[in-house]
């Protein structure tokens, strides 16, 4: 997924699409696998005819990857990039990105009832079983339960708001830990996730300990 090597796009073309998001857009699907500057995102994402440039054009960008599902790679996922470099390395979106299905309200209660109202979480065979109200004392915070879509939301959710076996209760914290860092398809930890959230120092970290363990090191 990540260019065998770094390539500037030179793209100066004018673009004219009518919303912020649009012009961004093309800017990308233009230059796949060439490095996008934050300079050349601000060119198009300003207004071609008012001139006034958008301060959230940021947020257009988050919304291409989070709504439309395209990849983006940024820093955090490749080491040669700067923190104002953008590759969308092919124009394969993720399906169904970005639609949201919740449980209907009767699925829900059942849900509820059937957790115990208690976090539904399970590792190594143990329950987190935080209900509501509860302090969590290793994430912090008051406990609230909310639901969860067990399986990827790629493979059909249109059918499961009144499926309580689709859904589980779960405390904030695991609600996080699972979009993170838990690959639901497989029902094993997302190491890659982990790896792409974490800092440089503990990226070098995880790179030290698998030339170690693989006995050698990279060049
Ligand atoms: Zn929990």
């Given amino acids: 997924m990540i260019p065998q090597e770094k390539v500037y796009s030179t793209d100066v073309s004018p673009y004219t699409q009518s919303s912020v998001s649009a012009r961004v857009e093309a800017l990308f699907l233009n230059n796949l696998g060439k490095v996008v500057t934050r300079q050349q995102i601000i060119r198009v994402a300003t207004n071609p005819l008012t001139g006034k440039e958008p ?54 209660q059942a849900v509820l009832v059937r957790a115990n109202n208690r976090c539904e979480w399970s590792e ?22 909310t639901a969860d879509h067990m399986v990827p939301h790629s493979t059909n959710p249109a059918t499961d708001p009144d499926d309580m076996s689709k859904w589980q209760a779960l405390c904030g914290r695991h609600q996080v830990m699972k979009k993170n860092y838990w690959d639901s398809s497989s029902g094993k930890i997302n190491v890659m996730g982990i790896l792409q959230a974490v800092n440089e120092r503990q990226k070098l970290e995880a790179l030290d300990f698998l030339t170690n363990y693989f006995g050698h090191k990279p060049k």
Avoid: F
């Fill in 55 to 108: 301060e959230n054009w940021h947020q257009r960008l988050s919304e291409l990857r989070t709504d439309k599902g395209y990849t983006i790679l940024s820093k955090r996922d490749w080491a040669l990039l700067t923190p104002e470099e953008y590759v969308m390395p092919h124009a394969e979106r993720r399906a169904a990105a970005g639609r949201r299905v919740m449980p209907s309200t009767a699925c829900w």
């Fill in 124 to 145: 190594d065979g143990q329950r987190c079983n935080l209900a509501p109200g509860d302090k969590d004392h290793v994430g912090g915070g008051t406990v609230k339960l």
